[in-house]
């Protein structure tokens, strides 16, 4: 049997910033950046935010000094773990790992960045804890895999997110091999994640993946204090890999560990929206563009989808079509088409367009089906096949790698085009930029205190939910 606690928590315990690959130090720094500006923009924007910090204070957790993205307020470590997680997966902007099918950056960086503050750890500490996070988290969603995990209803990010939480806080606490392993065996007890937001378009897929954040946190403080978790937590009869799929593949956790590196194969997304609809969101836009495409030439619309994209995205039809909410639309293959084809972009400011009549008279035409050839493609390429009926011709755009995905990289320009497109309007864009340039140099910081502080805004009037 692999001994895949044992292994994975040596593997967190010996991490280095300075034994990581230059391009692995480069990626993890425009990672952090990535989900910065998601936790900023959740913090405003996202209409489950008032009642969640309106709780975070009833249960005592904003009394501390711990900060917030795009909060003056200060928080307990633990409410800064739950608040920055929670909104860094608000927008459903944030990054993802298709082969995991998962999200690892907003469990994992937030419960970092708390054990940082903490402890006033270094900011290259930091940086190899959240590379250790994200290669547990996804790690494990492989070894499930992440597919059948899916089919049992459970939401791997927040799963699988809980380990790797409580892999960054560990390692930022400087806790040993054995101390890792208790971390896991009590993260154990704590992992969860539901589906089921899906049924009415819940705010528990934001909270859940927060929550990760702040269980990998508390993991790691009680192993730091010496509580003892539950052995072989991972692998063991009973442990994680066994009771959440039905097949697990323990071994591949641990399949050239330190040498390939998971981090690298996640995606970061241009579209604020499920990852299964991207490939077809860049199709539409292609194609808008090569034929001066207008709405109201469009006849019919057929969404190509791999088979769990359509489990998410694409069915049941009469609910994709008619999106009522945020969630709803984030979820709706139709919706982020539609936005496309008619408007020729699709940003978070989409959203404002749910109830457009012109956009929902489209969204009816599209109809989101498996097909063969992108299936096939999956889990290699996060592929999307749209085949649009105009003019009385049919037009056909495949596309393999969706923009943003490792093979097609945003380019540091871009990924700082994203950033202040989401904290510009938060922030201010001169104190953004102060705040994008921190995060990037985040390898030369003493500690993180600076950085965090210069993503409070100037003016607390600014603040939503408040």
């Given at each position: 049997?692999?001994?895949?606690?044992?292994?994975?928590?040596?593997?967190?315990?010996?991490?280095?910033?300075?034994?990581?690959?230059?391009?692995?130090?480069?990626?993890?720094?425009?990672?952090?950046?990535?989900?910065?500006?998601?936790?900023?923009?959740?913090?405003?924007?996202?209409?489950?935010?008032?009642?969640?910090?309106?709780?975070?204070?009833?249960?005592?957790?904003?009394?501390?000094?711990?900060?917030a993205f795009g909060d003056s307020a200060r928080y307990t470590p633990a409410g800064a773990a739950l608040?920055?997680?929670?909104?860094?997966?608000?927008?459903?902007?944030?990054?993802?790992?298709?082969?995991?099918?998962?999200?690892?950056?907003?469990p994992v960086i937030p419960a970092a960045l708390a054990a940082a503050e903490m402890v006033g750890a270094?900011?290259?500490?930091?940086?190899?804890?959240?590379?250790?996070?994200?290669?547990?988290?996804?790690?494990?969603?492989?070894?499930?895999?992440?597919?059948?995990?899916?089919?049992?209803?459970?939401?791997?990010?927040?799963?699988?997110?809980?380990?790797?939480?409580?892999?960054?806080?560990?390692?930022?606490?400087?806790?040993?091999?054995?101390?890792?392993?208790?971390?896991?065996?009590?993260?154990?007890?704590?992992?969860?994640?539901?589906?089921?937001?899906?049924?009415?378009?819940?705010?528990?897929?934001?909270?859940?993946?927060?929550?990760?954040?702040?269980?990998?946190?508390?993991?790691?403080?009680?192993?730091?204090?010496?509580?003892?978790?539950?052995?072989?937590?991972?692998?063991?009869?009973?442990?994680?890999?066994?009771?959440?799929?039905?097949?697990?593949?323990?071994?591949?956790?641990?399949?050239?560990?330190?040498?390939?590196?998971?981090?690298?194969?996640?995606?970061?997304?241009?579209?604020?929206?499920?990852?299964?609809?991207?490939?077809?969101?860049?199709?539409?836009?292609?194609?808008?563009?090569?034929?001066?495409?207008?709405?109201?030439?469009?006849?019919?619309?057929?969404?190509?989808?791999?088979?769990?994209?359509?489990?998410?995205?694409?069915?049941?039809?009469?609910?994709?079509?008619?999106?009522?909410?945020?969630?709803?639309?984030?979820?709706?293959?139709?919706?982020?088409?539609?936005?496309?084809?008619?408007?020729?972009?699709?940003?978070?400011?989409?959203?404002?367009?749910?109830?457009?009549?012109?956009?929902?008279?489209?969204?009816?035409?599209?109809?989101?089906?498996?097909?063969?050839?992108?299936?096939?493609?999956?889990?290699?390429?996060?592929?999307?096949?749209?085949?649009?009926?105009?003019?009385?011709?049919?037009?056909?755009k495949k596309i393999n790698v969706p923009k943003g995905e490792p093979a097609n990289f945003l380019t540091?320009?871009?990924?700082?085009?994203?950033?202040?497109?989401?904290?510009?309007?938060?922030?201010?864009?001169?104190?953004?930029?102060?705040?994008?340039?921190?995060?990037?140099?985040?390898?030369?910081?003493?500690?993180?205190?600076?950085?965090?502080?210069?993503?409070?805004?100037?003016?607390?009037?600014?603040?939503?939910?408040?």
């Amino acid at each position: 049997m692999a001994a895949v606690t044992r292994e994975l928590a040596a593997f967190t315990a010996a991490i280095r910033y300075e034994s990581l690959p230059a391009e692995v130090q480069e990626r993890t720094r425009f990672l952090v950046l990535d989900l910065v500006g998601n936790m900023l923009r959740g913090r405003h924007d996202a209409e489950s935010t008032a009642p969640l910090l309106a709780a975070v204070r009833a249960l005592g957790l904003a009394a501390g000094s711990a900060a917030a993205f795009g909060d003056s307020a200060r928080y307990t470590p633990a409410g800064a773990a739950l608040v920055n997680g929670t909104t860094a997966h608000s927008l459903d902007f944030d990054d993802t790992h298709a082969a995991g099918t998962l999200h690892p950056g907003a469990p994992v960086i937030p419960a970092a960045l708390a054990a940082a503050e903490m402890v006033g750890a270094d900011g290259r500490t930091v940086l190899a804890a959240i590379v250790a996070g994200y290669e547990v988290t996804c790690r494990l969603a492989l070894s499930l895999p992440g597919g059948d995990h899916y089919e049992r209803g459970y939401h791997p990010t927040a799963t699988c997110g809980a380990f790797g939480g409580a892999a960054a806080a560990a390692r930022v606490f400087g806790l040993s091999a054995e101390q890792v392993e208790s971390a896991f065996g009590i993260a154990l007890s704590q992992a969860a994640g539901s589906l089921q937001f899906l049924a009415n378009g819940a705010w528990t897929k934001r909270f859940q993946v927060g929550w990760s954040a702040l269980n990998g946190l508390t993991a790691a403080c009680l192993a730091r204090e010496g509580f003892r978790g539950a052995g072989e937590a991972l692998e063991g009869r009973a442990g994680f890999l066994r009771a959440y799929a039905p097949n697990p593949k323990p071994e591949r956790a641990l399949q050239d560990l330190g040498k390939v590196w998971e981090l690298m194969e996640t995606a970061v997304k241009p579209y604020p929206s499920c990852r299964y609809g991207h490939a077809n969101v860049d199709a539409a836009l292609a194609l808008r563009a090569e034929l001066g495409l207008k709405a109201e030439e469009i006849e019919a619309v057929t969404m190509g989808l791999p088979n769990k994209g359509m489990l998410l995205v694409g069915t049941p039809i009469q609910y994709k079509q008619n999106p009522q909410n945020i969630v709803d639309g984030q979820f709706s293959g139709p919706f982020v088409v539609a936005c496309a084809l008619a408007r020729g972009h699709f940003g978070w400011d989409s959203y404002a367009w749910l109830q457009d009549a012109d956009i929902r008279a489209l969204m009816r035409k599209i109809t989101p089906v498996e097909d063969a050839e992108v299936e096939a493609d999956f889990p290699t390429y996060m592929s999307g096949k749209l085949t649009v009926q105009a003019r009385g011709q049919t037009f056909v755009k495949k596309i393999n790698v969706p923009k943003g995905e490792p093979a097609n990289f945003l380019t540091e320009a871009e990924l700082r085009a994203k950033f202040h497109g989401l904290a510009d309007a938060v922030l201010g864009a001169e104190r953004a930029k102060q705040l994008a340039d921190a995060v990037l140099n985040l390898d030369k910081a003493a500690d993180v205190h600076a950085m965090m502080r210069l993503g409070a805004p100037m003016m607390a009037a600014r603040l939503a939910g408040e």
